[in-house]
T-cell receptor, first 114, second 114 residues
Framework: KAGVTQTPRYLIKTRGQQVTLSCSPI?????VSWYQQTPGQGLQFLFE???????NKGNFPGRFSGRQFSNSRSEMNVSTLELGDSALYLC?????????????FGPGTRLTVL | AQKITQTQPGMFVQEKEAVTLDCTYD???????LFWYKQPSSGEMIFLIY??????QNATEGRYSLNFQKARKSANLVISASQLGDSAMYFC???????????FGKGTRLHILP
């Protein structure tokens, strides 16, 4: 079974631009969560989607948004990039909507904002 | 509010020795799940082990075991017979369940010495 895939793996953008990251969950998994990892703040939850609906959202500004498609693939978008958005963005794939015991992460997208 | 505390920012251990990574948690929910993840320098979060709050026995996965002490709100990870490839960042995490975010600790950087 293929794992969680994230594209692109690396991205360099400048302030003010926008960016779209993609995550394809494990086949059969319907839940996708997004996390931001920075040295200062650690791992922080962005949002979670299940069957194309956002079920949970973290404390991030509205510049951070996401969506999920019918095939469970998910995208997150960051508009008007700021230097502080430089981070590793991880997505996690979960099965049948239960977060208890199946949360597998992708390799991440490392975003650098100049 | 939920909280995960990892008090060891870094550890150095001789190869083949057993390692215990500490984790304490705080939650008022009776039902929750606890995870340990390994993050090598490549950035990918690798799922190691899971313990449910109602599980009677400690979880084990190969060389990994979780020492779950519910009354003390402790969920330490034990790695038996450490290997050089175990050098990485280790995160303790918890979740309340379906669709809920995962709360991560700050992590412990483990160095295995030859």
């Amino acid at each position: 079974k293929a794992g969680v895939t994230q594209t692109p793996r690396y991205l360099i953008k400048t302030r003010g631009q926008q960016v779209t990251l993609s995550c394809s969950p494990i086949s059969g998994h319907r839940s996708v969560s997004w996390y931001q990892q920075t040295p200062g703040q650690g791992l922080q939850f962005l949002f979670e989607y299940f069957s194309e609906t956002q079920r949970n959202k973290g404390n991030f500004p509205g510049r951070f948004s996401g969506r999920q498609f019918s095939n469970s693939r998910s995208e997150m978008n960051v508009s008007t990039l700021e230097l502080g958005d430089s981070a590793l963005y991880l997505c996690a794939s979960g099965s049948s909507g239960y977060a208890y015991n199946e949360q597998f992460f992708g390799p991440g997208t490392r975003l650098t904002v100049l | 509010a939920q909280k995960i505390t990892q008090t060891q920012p870094g550890m150095f251990v001789q190869e083949k020795e057993a390692v215990t990574l500490d984790c304490t948690y705080d939650t008022s929910d009776p039902s929750y799940g606890l995870f340990w993840y390994k993050q090598p320098s490549s950035g990918e979060m690798i799922f190691l082990i899971y313990q449910g709050s109602y599980d009677q026995q400690n979880a084990t996965e190969g060389r990994y075991s979780l020492n779950f002490q519910k009354a003390r709100k402790s969920a330490n990870l034990v790695i038996s017979a450490s290997q050089l490839g175990d050098s990485a960042m280790y995160f303790c995490a918890m979740t309340k369940g379906e669709g809920d975010k995962i709360i991560f600790g700050k992590g412990t950087r483990l160095h295995i010495l030859p």
